[in-house]
């Protein structure tokens, strides 16, 4: 479909929050290459789910969102304060 | 541990409370970070001291929202708190989010203030996020029962890469904090406080007490339940896992199943056409359905109509058939209706009087195709559910392919 379902995109506003603050993701806000920002989330996504044993897919799953949601700590798991 | 593995060059740490939450009484926050450095000083040899004014190593606050740093809080839930690795200035701080509700209890209406806090000191220290799954440093908050809480070995493992283990001279063996004194050095020593049991001791880190070997022929079982066609072992932490599909017995642990459950069950039974199975420790019971626990639990054993004078349940067994429920306390037994969920009148019998050959107390129970099993010692006996009639003397483990 040419528009993502209204909850569809608030999963992945979330996510890429989520992967921001806790996995060093920085979406580029004025690529012009849609498809490698992606691609770097996929990545991320994949650090993530291996970080906490879920199954490795890149894809934003229920599992993947459900642990997004879990209260946690503000550290982030793999990159350092900046 | 963070990059290039930041931690406090000297033993003796000092930190400082610098406002409260008005979730808790004042002497609930002492108690719960005091309690959370206790942790982290029982397993090196670093000292905690709480000092009262000026500059502390590690400052302790409550914020909400924006609170000066560049990590802004995020209303309740999602992030909890934070906190800095070792180093000046904001080095060590941690910082807890006021929109969270705070809670010196385990349960499922706020967080606990001790765990996030000893997970958050953890990092004042020098710890990053572990991924090990049920260790302390894990990010994801689960709430458990803190009742002598100890420090995952992984926890372990990572503080004494940074700062070793105890000195032998300076450790003491697990004992309740003070909470009432004006300034707290943790671990105490003041020996004029400490009763004989408390004095120091030489202690090597927490270690759990180790899964016994399946084919240990002295092996015991606090407790043993159906789940959804498999059977579960327990004993301390431990759970042996026997399935009908598999020929192999797995081993877990009850927290990577329950993790807010607490080890060391009294008994357990399941009641298979509600897919229940209910847990019970002291005088507490938890009702779980697969993964989940039941809201509304524990709850008092009294609760199922045992007189107050019961104070916890040795073994429990259900009997499929009759929808009845045993629950085993010293020589005697209760039997439960499940269908009215009361307690049948002319209870409590002897069990000497209706299983006999049975000693007791019973440590735990088991319905398995048209039999009781009754587990004592390291001994089971298998009991015809019909004829209530002794069938066989077996070791306990003999379910393990021995």
């Known amino acids: ?82 | 541990t963070f990059p290039h593995s930041p931690t406090w060059q000297k033993e003796d740490v000092t930190y400082r409370i610098l406002n409260y939450t008005p979730d808790m009484l004042q002497a609930d926050v002492e108690e719960a970070i005091a309690r959370a450095f206790q942790l982290w000083s029982s397993v090196t040899p670093l000292k905690f001291t709480r000092v009262y004014g000026g500059q502390a190593d590690i400052m302790i606050s409550f914020a909400a929202g924006f609170h000066g740093d560049f990590y802004s809080f995020d209303g309740p839930g999602g992030t909890l708190a934070h906190a800095y690795p070792p180093s000046s200035g904001i080095g060590g701080d941690a910082h807890f989010d006021e929109d969270e509700n705070w809670t010196k209890f385990t349960t499922y209406g706020g967080y606990n203030l001790f765990l996030v806090a000893a997970h958050e000191l953890g990092h004042s220290l020098g710890l990053s996020h572990s991924n090990v799954f049920g260790a302390l440093m894990y990010p994801i908050y689960m709430a458990r029962d803190t009742r002598d809480y100890q420090l995952h070995q992984d926890d372990i493992d990572g503080i004494q890469a940074l700062y070793g283990p105890p000195r032998e001279s300076s450790t003491l063996p697990t004992k309740p904090f003070p909470t009432q004194e004006p300034t707290e050095t943790i671990p105490a020593e003041a020996p004029t406080q400490m009763s004989p049991r408390e004095e120091p001791t030489e202690t090597t880190p927490f270690k759990p007490p180790q899964r016994p070997e399946d084919c240990d022929p002295h092996l015991t079982f606090d407790a043993i339940t159906t789940l959804r066609g498999e059977t579960l072992f327990f004993k301390d932490s431990y759970v042996w896992r026997k399935s009908p599909y598999f020929s192999e017995i797995e081993h877990d642990t009850i927290f990577s199943f329950w993790p807010s459950l607490i080890a060391g069950f009294d008994a357990a039974y399941e009641v298979d056409k509600r897919d229940r199975v209910l847990f019970f420790k002291d005088d507490q019971y938890w009702a779980v359905s697969g993964y989940n626990i039941e809201p509304g639990f524990p709850k008092p054993i009294h609760s199922l109509g045992f007189p107050t004078s019961v104070r916890k349940i040795d073994a429990a067994v259900h009997d499929q058939n009759t929808k009845r429920t045993y629950f085993f306390v010293g020589h005697k037994y209760w039997s439960f209706n499940e269908n009215t969920h009361s307690m049948e009148r002319g209870y409590p019998r002897k069990i000497a009087a209706d299983f006999p050959g049975i000693g007791y107390p019973i440590d735990a129970a088991l319905q398995k195709n048209g039999y009781f099993y009754f587990f004592r010692g390291s001994n089971q006996y298998e009991v015809d559910i019909k004829r209530k009639k002794l069938i066989r003397i077996m070791k306990s483990n003999s379910w393990f392919n021995c």
Request: with cysteine.
């Open chain 1, 1 to 82: 479909l040419p528009v993502a379902p209204k909850k569809e995109k608030e999963d992945v506003q979330f996510a890429k929050k989520y992967l921001e603050n806790f996995y060093d993701f920085k979406e580029e806000k004025h690529s012009l290459f849609k498809a490698k920002d992606l691609s770097l989330m996929a990545d991320k996504i994949r650090e993530m789910q291996s970080f906490f044993g879920l199954k490795v897919t890149g894809e934003l799953n229920h599992e993947t969102m459900d642990m997004m949601k879990q209260p946690r700590c503000g550290i982030p798991d793999i990159r350092s304060y900046s």
